[in-house]
């Protein structure tokens, strides 16, 4: 079974301009989460979709918002780009949902503002 | 709410030697437990988990856990380290329909 996909690997953004980056989970799984991963911050809960419904949100400002699709895909989009976005944005999927299923991970895609 | 604290930034033994990773959890409800392992450059990899049962966990790259419940912790063990366990490890935890939060992770670094 092929594993979580993210994409793009890597990214580089000027501040004030938008991005969009994409996960496609294991297949049958419904529940795409996204994680932020900064060296000071550790993994901060980003949001989860279950079956194109968000079900969880963490506590990020409106600038970062989600969806997903019929197929279980999920993009994550981040407007209005700050230096302190810079991070490495990971995708969790995972049969489940919610906080009883182990989360099997993307590699990330890592983004660079400057 | 739930909070998870790994003690420990930075952790360094030597190879050969015995580990343990200090995991302390908070959280109202009987959680799920999870260690998490971080190669650079990569996702996270699933080491093991604990939902209920046995207190002692088994897990893959010869981990183990355990679980106590009077002390809210889950520290991750292993007997003898190998120089590629040197990476970054995540303590979690969820229930039910709550988000899985993880901790700020530790940094094992092996000697040679």
């Known amino acids: 079974k092929a594993g979580v996909t993210q994409t793009p690997r890597y990214l580089i953004k000027t501040r004030g301009q938008q991005v969009t980056l994409s996960c496609s989970p294991i297949s049958g799984h419904r529940s795409v989460s996204w994680y932020q991963q900064t060296p000071g911050q550790g993994l901060q809960f980003l949001f989860e979709y279950f079956s194109e419904t968000q079900r969880n949100k963490g506590n990020f400002p409106g600038r970062f918002s989600g969806r997903q699709f019929s197929n279980s895909r999920s993009e994550m989009n981040v407007s209005t780009l700050e230096l302190g976005d810079s991070a490495l944005y990971l995708c969790?999927?995972?049969?489940?949902?919610?906080?009883?299923?182990?989360?099997?991970f993307g590699n990330g895609t890592r983004l660079t503002v400057t | 709410a739930q909070s998870v604290t790994q003690p420990d930034i930075h952790i360094t033994v030597s190879e050969g030697a015995s580990l343990e990773l200090r995991c302390n959890y908070s959280y109202g409800a009987t959680p799920y437990l999870f260690w998490y392992v971080q190669s650079p450059g990569q996702g996270l990899q699933l080491l093991l988990k604990y939902f209920s049962g046995d207190t002692l966990v088994q897990g893959i790259k010869g981990f183990e856990a355990e679980f106590k419940r009077s002390q809210s912790s889950f520290n991750l063990r292993k007997p003898s380290v190998h120089w590629s366990d040197a990476a970054e490890y995540f303590c979690?935890?969820?229930?039910?329909?709550?988000?899985?939060?993880f901790g700020k992770g530790t940094r094992l670094h092996i000697l040679p």
């Open positions: 969790a999927s995972t049969s489940g949902s919610g906080g009883n299923s182990p989360l099997h």
């Open positions: 979690a935890v969820g229930a039910g329909d709550d988000k899985i939060i």
